[in-house]
């Protein structure tokens, strides 16, 4: 089983940070956001790891290399300038992820869930295509996402209340971005409605740690949180 770690964006609410660093670069508790998620990989038992990018692209493969430091083989998807969004960036990737269910992390968050779970999601995914974990909606999206119905994914649209919150984390079967047009940029949001449509979505809840780093103040929150808890192996 292949992992997917999403660093293509832009990081615009982190200007100026982003000018000049890529986002999943920028550090927090000492290290780089995408390292955190790198080592966390290499704990669960992870050796092949999939990196998209485009802005600043070539800063991420120079701090990264081949993975090797890290126990792993990375292999680059390189996007053009302005990247392809999230469903087009992993349609683009297909061809390195192989035939079999992926992980796919968004680069910019942090979060202490236990990769090593993907392994269980992939073999209980059976007629589903999909499994995302989901959290307790952050202040600054308390609307959420999508709700659970025990493991089956639906739209919150209807119940708000009961909404939750996707924490960029998801196992995927290729065949899930089978609609996607080679090359094209396209959102996930489109294909979740459709596989929730379809009911072949499944989800979890995390209740751990959870940070979604998309704006400098957020970062700074998590550098010191991070920095204060650094003997602490309960949080790293």
Not at 21 to 47: C, E, F, Q, S, Y
Not at 59 to 77: K, N, P, R, V
Not at 181 to 207: F, N, Q, W, Y
Request: aromatic share 6%; with cysteine; net charge negative.
């Amino acid at each position: 089983m292949k992992a997917m770690i999403l660093a293509a964006g832009r990081g615009e609410r982190l200007r100026p940070l982003t000018d000049t660093t890529p986002k999943p670069l920028l550090r927090a508790g000492g290290k780089a956001l995408i390292v955190w998620h790198l080592h966390r990989l290499a704990a669960a038992g992870w050796r092949e790891v999939v990196i998209n990018h485009a802005h600043l692209g070539e800063q991420i493969e120079a701090a990264l290399g081949d993975g090797s430091a890290f126990g792993l083989s990375i292999a680059y998807s390189r996007e053009p300038a302005g990247a392809l969004e999230t469903a087009g960036g992993i349609a683009a990737a297909l061809p390195l992820l192989g035939e079999q269910p992926f992980l796919v992390v968004n680069g910019d968050i942090w979060c202490d869930w236990d990769f090593a779970r993907a392994h269980l999601a992939a073999q209980a995914l059976d007629q589903c295509r999909a499994h995302l974990l989901l959290v307790d909606n952050p202040p600054h999206h308390p609307e959420g996402d999508f709700r659970l119905a025990g493991e089956t994914l639906l739209s919150a649209a209807d119940t708000p209340g009961d909404a939750l919150t996707y924490a960029g984390i998801g196992v995927f079967w290729p065949d899930f971005f089978a609609a996607v047009p080679a090359g094209a940029a396209m959102k996930l949001r489109p294909l979740l409605d459709d596989g929730i449509a379809r009911g072949v979505i499944r989800g979890e809840r995390h209740h751990g740690r959870w940070v979604d780093v998309g704006t400098r103040e957020r970062l700074a929150e998590l550098d010191m949180e991070l920095a204060e808890a650094h003997a602490s192996p309960t949080l790293l």
